[in-house]
């Protein structure tokens, strides 16, 4: 089946950096990602819809400056989060489809979990 | 906003079935998916349903859907200790998924 991965697996940086999750289609090329994040026994919140080449959708309540994405390939896209502060700490998880209309071709990459100390 | 609700915690024995169910408030939903989520991984889709259909089985997973009632259940037969996990109801209408707070299962020797 279709393989989506992420990198790094967990980070931990300091208030005030910047961090950097990449998301890649191993095997497929991914028309549409998504960016969602996850807190301790919450569900998944979409964070951001990314297509290849144009500018990311952000959900309603989501900093676009504070979650930068960057969909430049068909294969890769980017979630940086800057100058991070505690409560950005979460388990932030992408995936990725062959476009909106496979959704339920949605693959889902293994997370990374993100703290801020 | 489109809703969906899941209880939380599920805990059974090796080898009954579980049922887990969700319910959800968006008429338009045109798929509802069962997804798996192992401690400190991603999602795994387990499986789908369309929203004309009441049944679905795959295996040791049978899916029901209650369209009127928008109520969805999915089944494992059989239940392994190697389900234990999360499960996430999820729908969508158009372009987006919904995701409920997901159900915990447990299943004990």
């Known amino acids: 089946g279709a393989v989506v991965s992420q990198h790094p697996s967990w980070v931990i940086c300091k208030s005030g950096t910047s961090v950097k999750i990449e998301c890649r289609s191993l095997d497929f090329q991914a028309t549409t990602m998504f960016w969602y994040r996850q807190f301790p026994k919450q569900s998944l919140m979409l964070m951001a819809t990314?297509?290849?080449?144009?500018?990311?959708?952000?959900e309603q309540g989501v900093e676009k400056d504070k979650f930068l994405i960057n969909h430049a390939s068909l294969t890769l896209s980017t979630l940086t989060v800057t100058s991070a502060h505690p409560e950005d700490s979460s388990f932030y998880i992408c995936?990725?489809?062959?476009?909106?209309?496979?959704?339920?071709?949605?693959?889902f990459g293994p997370g990374t979990r993100l703290t801020v100390l | 906003g489109e809703d969906v609700e899941q209880s939380l915690f599920l805990s059974v024995r090796e080898g009954d079935s579980s049922v887990i169910n969700c319910t959800y408030t968006?008429?338009?939903?045109?798929?509802l998916y069962w997804y798996k989520q192992e401690p400190g991984a991603g999602l795994q889709l387990l499986t789908y349903i369309f929203s004309n259909m009441d049944m679905k089985q795959d295996q040791r997973l049978t899916v029901l859907l209650n369209k009127k009632d928008k109520h969805l259940s999915l089944r494992i037969a059989d239940t392994q200790t190697g389900d234990s996990a999360i499960y996430f109801c999820?729908?969508?209408?158009?372009?987006?998924?919904?995701f409920g707070k997901g159900t915990m299962l447990l299943v004990s020797p």
């Open positions: 990314s297509n290849e080449g144009s500018k990311a959708t952000y």
């Open positions: 995936s990725a489809s062959q476009g909106a209309e496979l959704i339920h071709e949605q693959f």
């Open positions: 999820a729908e969508t209408g158009y372009s987006t998924l919904t």
């Open positions: 968006d008429s338009s939903s045109t798929y």
